[in-house]
């Protein structure tokens, strides 16, 4: 009978199952959580691979990554500058790009190599971003913490996976509201 499920069905099991992720990425926040934790989770949530998820945090006027770790050190971006991220941050507007290649930005960022141990799988984690959703991270009294982004890369759109849809970038919204109770997002936190 499960065989026979409709795609509405479908979709329904989703739904719940998405909830369930956020409620266990919510679950975290009694465990002061990592960022890496909370990072890999939200992988998780929205089907993509560790290198697709990034999550900078404001400090001192501009965005630091925090996730991925080996982004850490590669400097920051200002919030006056053109990178998708820091316009996230000063529009407080999510973004959501299925044609992410044909935008103007920054890629200094796809070139690092993200992961020592990386498996055959995750070969795609030098790839050029294809798809992007960008979410700002916003404390409950309205100032900005930080951006999250989810991404597919590929080396072109047709192999990045499915794009991502309205419902998914309500998922990400949802989720920065949690990243924004977490400890490692308050500016000066340890990481």
Not at 24 to 46: V, Y
Not at 63 to 83: D, M, N, Q, W
Not at 165 to 178: C, G, R, S, V, Y
Request: proline share 4%; hydrophobic share 45%.
């Amino acid at each position: 009978m499960a065989a026979n499920m409709s795609s509405t069905g479908n979709q329904g099991s989703a739904v719940k199952a998405a909830k369930a992720s956020l409620g266990e990425l919510e679950s975290m926040l009694s465990e002061s959580p990592s960022s890496d934790r909370a990072c890999l989770k939200l992988a998780q949530l929205l089907g993509v691979r560790r290198s697709e998820v990034a999550l900078l945090r404001l400090e001192k006027g501009s965005l630091r990554f925090i996730f991925p770790p080996e982004l850490r050190s590669a400097g920051v971006l200002p919030l006056t500058g053109s990178a998708v991220a820091a316009r996230t941050a000063a529009t407080r507007s999510p973004l959501l790009s299925n044609t992410f290649m044909r935008v103007k930005h920054a890629s200094l960022f796809e070139a690092v190599k993200l992961g020592a141990e990386a498996d055959e799988e995750d070969r795609s984690q030098q790839m050029p971003i294809q798809k992007i959703m960008s979410v700002p991270v916003v404390q409950s009294g309205g100032n900005v913490m930080g951006v999250v982004q989810i991404s597919r890369k590929g080396l072109d759109v047709s192999v990045a996976g499915a794009d991502f849809t309205n419902a998914d970038l309500k998922q990400l919204e949802q989720a920065a509201e949690i990243l924004a109770r977490m400890p490692f997002m308050q500016e000066g936190a340890e990481i």
